[in-house]
C-alpha cells in the first residue's frame, strides 16, 4: 500500500503511540484486501462497546489507545451494555456497571460522542452520498452504505477506532465504484407489509449470503430500510442493496442478474426457523433503535389502553430520540421500560430472562448465541396485543 | 529452509510450531485465563502460550480480537501467528496484542514440533531441508513418456515417473532439464513447452521444491540409462493403471495436462 508521507510519519511514531497502533492495523488491513492506499474519511462509528463483548481485553486496548490518541473526524459509538442511568433497573450488576462507565470514559477521553446507538444516522452522524466513512455496526453500515450512498466495508469495532483516530482507512471494497453493483433481483410478492420486511431481509440474507440484492417493486418506507438492512446484515453479511427509486445508487442494468422471489410462504419460514420459545419473560422492541416515527406510532397505539399481565417490554432507543419524545415516553412507561443507549442484544440479560420476543429478525437471530434466550420472534402488532 | 510469506504485523519470534489443521477462532477456541486450547479447537488441553501457532485462517465472531487482548493481560499470548490466509479479525487482535504474524504460507510444509524462526516476512525452518529437484514430462504425439524406476535409485523404486534430477548449485532449473532428458532418455533434440509453478511437498525433514517442465519430442529412439529399466509412452486417460510417484498427478496440474 502506498503511504503519503504524513501516513509513513504516523507510521513510524512521530505522531504518538496511537496514531501508530492505528496505522500498524490499516496497514495489515490494507495488506490482507490489497488496498492500494488510504482514503480519508468524514465520519467513523464504533462497535466493540458493551462489557459483555469487549471484556477486560478491550478495556486494556482502549487504555492504551487513549493514552494519547484522539479521533480526528466525528466518530459515534454503538449501544453499550446498559441504559447510563436505569442500569439497576435492567438487573445489571454494579461490577459490569462500573466497568461499563469506565469503556465510556475511555471512549471520551479520546474525543468520541458518547451517545451509543445503532442509528447515528438519525441524529449528528448522516453521510451524504460518495462520502467515505469507516463504520462498524453491521445495520448501521449497510444503511449508511444504501439508503444514504455513503460508501463503507464492514468495518470491526478496532478497524474503525484505527480509521477514526487517523482520519483514513484503506481504499478497497464497497469504497471502490467496481464492487458497488447490483448482484441479484429481489421480488416481494404483494402483500407482505412493512412490519414484515425485517423478515424479509432475514430471508434474503439466509438465501443469498453477501450480495448486494437490489429489490423491485418494494416500495420506500424508512423505518422499514432500517429493519431490512439489520435483517441482512445479520443472516447474509449484507453491507449494501438497493431499492428501486429509493436509493441513491440504482443498478446500470437488471437484464442478466438472477432474480428471487420472497413469498408469503418464505415470511412463514422465517418466522418459523426463528421461533424458538414461547411464553416470553420479556418483550424487546428496538433493534435497530427506535426512530422518533416509531415511538410516536408507537405511542399513539397504545395511548388509552390498559397492560394486562406483568411481562416485561423493553423500548430501546437512542438518547437523541428519547429526548424528543417526553409525550411519547409518558404513554410507554405505563407497559414498560424506555431505555436509552442499550439493547436486548448487548445487554446481560442471560442472567436475567431466559425467553425473549423481538420483531427483529436480526435481534431473534443474536439472542440464542449472544443471550442464551429462547426466542419468540414476531410482528411488532403481535407482540404488543401479548400485553392488551 | 526458508519459506516467504506476506508480513501483517511486525516482530521476531523463535519456537516451535503448533500446527492446527482446522480454521480456528480464538473466541471460544482458547480459555483466556489460561492459554489452555478448548474442544472447539480439536487440539483441547494444548497451551498456547510461547508456540508459533499456525493456522489456515480464522473464522467467527468478531470479537475474538479481544481474546487476543485478553491472553495478553493474562500473560498467555502466543509468540506469532502463522496463516495461510489472514483475515480481519485475527489481524486485527494481532496487531492490538503486538503479537507477530505473517500469512501467505503454505502452512502442508509445517508439522506440529518443527523448530522456526519468524523474521520480517518469512519463516526460518531450523531443521528442514529443501532439495530442489526438476521434473520433465516429455509429450509426443499426444502421449506422455513413463519411466519406471531402477532398483538402483534412492527413492521410489519400482514406480514410474517422469525424468527427474537434482538441481546441482549453480545450475538453472531449465539446464538440468535439459541434461536430464538427454541423461535419462537420450534425447537430445527436446523443444521446451511449458513450465508450471514451483510445488513443494514435506517428507520427513526435507521438503522436495519440484520444478515442472514439458517438452515436446519427435521419433527420436528412446535410450535408458541405469535409473530405469522400462518406457512407455501413454494417453493421459490411461495412467491410472501405472502405479506413479507421489505427487505425479499435481504435476501434470500445474503443467496443464
Known amino acids: ?388 | 529452509m526458508k519459506i516467504k510469506g506476506r508480513e501483517i504485523f511486525k516482530g521476531r519470534a523463535i519456537g516451535r510450531l503448533m500446527v492446527l489443521d482446522e480454521a480456528f477462532s480464538f473466541l471460544g477456541g482458547v480459555d483466556p485465563k489460561t492459554g489452555i486450547l478448548t474442544v472447539a479447537s480439536g487440539r483441547e488441553g494444548e497451551s498456547i502460550e510461547k508456540r508459533i501457532l499456525v493456522f489456515p485462517h480464522g473464522k467467527g465472531s468478531t470479537v475474538g480480537s479481544y481474546t487476543l487482548m485478553d491472553l495478553k493481560k493474562n500473560g498467555h499470548l502466543p509468540s506469532a501467528i502463522v496463516n495461510a490466509q489472514a483475515e480481519t479479525i485475527v489481524a486485527t487482535g494481532a496487531v492490538m496484542a503486538g503479537v507477530p504474524m505473517i500469512d501467505s504460507i503454505d502452512i502442508s510444509l509445517l508439522r506440529d514440533g518443527d523448530r522456526a524462526v519468524l523474521v520480517g516476512d518469512g519463516l526460518d525452518m531450523m531443521d528442514l531441508v529443501e532439495k530442489k529437484v526438476v521434473t520433465c514430462v516429455l509429450r509426443r504425439k499426444g502421449k506422455l513418456l513413463l519411466l519406471k524406476r531402477s532398483q538402483k535409485v534412492g527413492t521410489n523404486k519400482g514406480k514410474w515417473a517422469a525424468v527427474s534430477g537434482f538441481i546441482e548449485r549453480g545450475e538453472r532449473p531449465e539446464q538440468t532439464a535439459l541434461k536430464e532428458v538427454a541423461e535419462e532418455t537420450g534425447i537430445t533434440t527436446a523443444r521446451l513447452e511449458g513450465r508450471g509453478e514451483t510445488l513443494h511437498i514435506r517428507d520427513g525433514t526435507h521438503v522436495w521444491s519440484i520444478f515442472p517442465f514439458l517438452f515436446e519430442v519427435g521419433d527420436e529412439e528412446v535410450v535408458l540409462d541405469w535409473e530405469h529399466t522400462e518406457h512407455v509412452w501413454v494417453d493421459v486417460s490411461d495412467l491410472k493403471g501405472y502405479d506413479t510417484v507421489p505427487g505425479f498427478r499435481k504435476v501434470l496440474d500445474v503443467l496443464g495436462l
Open chain 1, 1 to 388: 500500500m502506498q503511504l503519503t508521507p504524513e501516513e509513513q510519519a504516523m507510521l513510524d511514531g512521530k505522531e504518538g503511540k496511537a496514531k501508530r497502533k492505528a496505522m500498524e492495523l490499516l496497514v495489515a488491513l490494507g495488506a490482507i484486501y490489497g488496498a492500494d492506499r488510504l482514503v480519508p474519511i468524514t465520519s467513523a462509528h464504533l462497535s466493540g462497546v458493551s462489557y459483555k463483548t469487549i471484556g477486560e481485553g478491550g478495556i486494556d486496548f482502549l487504555a492504551e489507545m487513549s493514552e494519547d490518541g484522539k479521533v480526528s473526524v466525528p466518530t459515534t459509538l454503538n449501544p453499550m451494555g446498559m441504559d447510563g442511568e436505569r442500569w439497576r433497573d435492567m438487573g445489571v450488576d454494579e461490577h459490569f456497571a462500573r466497568r461499563q462507565l469506565h469503556i465510556i470514559s475511555l471512549y471520551e477521553r479520546m474525543g468520541v460522542e458518547v451517545s451509543c446507538t445503532c442509528t447515528p444516522y438519525l441524529l449528528t452522524n448522516r453521510p451524504k452520498v460518495g462520502d467515505h466513512i469507516a463504520w462498524a455496526e453491521s445495520s448501521a453500515l449497510s444503511f449508511a452504505n444504501s439508503v444514504l450512498g455513503a460508501r463503507t466495508n464492514r468495518e470491526g469495532g478496532p478497524g474503525a477506532l484505527a480509521a477514526a483516530i487517523t482520519g483514513r482507512t484503506p481504499n478497497y471494497g464497497l469504497h471502490l465504484d467496481v464492487n458497488r453493483k447490483a448482484t441479484h433481483v429481489v421480488e416481494v410478492e404483494k402483500g407482505i407489509t412493512k412490519d414484515e420486511w425485517s423478515l424479509v431481509g432475514h430471508a434474503v440474507g439466509r438465501k443469498l449470503g453477501a450480495c448486494i440484492p437490489f429489490f423491485r417493486g418494494l416500495g420506500n418506507d424508512a423505518n422499514g430500510l432500517k429493519s431490512i438492512a439489520a435483517a441482512m446484515a445479520a443472516s447474509g453479511s449484507v453491507a449494501m442493496f438497493m431499492v428501486e427509486g429509493v436509493t441513491p445508487e440504482q443498478p446500470d442494468r437488471v437484464e442478466g442478474l438472477p432474480v428471487v422471489k420472497i413469498s408469503r410462504q418464505d415470511i412463514e419460514a422465517t418466522v418459523k426457523s426463528l421461533r424458538t420459545g414461547t411464553g416470553p419473560d420479556l418483550i424487546a422492541m428496538g433493534c435497530p433503535h427506535l426512530s422518533e416515527s416509531e415511538m410516536k406510532e408507537l405511542a399513539s397505539f397504545l395511548d388509552g389502553k390498559e397492560k394486562k399481565g406483568d411481562v416485561e417490554v423493553w423500548f430501546c432507543t437512542s438518547k437523541g430520540v428519547w429526548l424528543r419524545c417526553p409525550k411519547e415516553i409518558a404513554v410507554l412507561e405505563r407497559f414498560g421500560k424506555v431505555l436509552c443507549d442499550t439493547c436486548m442484544v448487548v445487554a446481560p440479560i442471560e442472567g436475567t430472562h431466559k425467553v425473549t420476543a423481538s420483531d427483529s429478525a436480526k435481534a431473534c437471530s443474536y439472542l440464542p448465541g449472544l443471550c442464551s434466550q429462547k426466542v419468540h420472534c414476531g410482528t411488532r402488532r403481535e407482540l404488543l396485543e401479548m400485553i392488551l
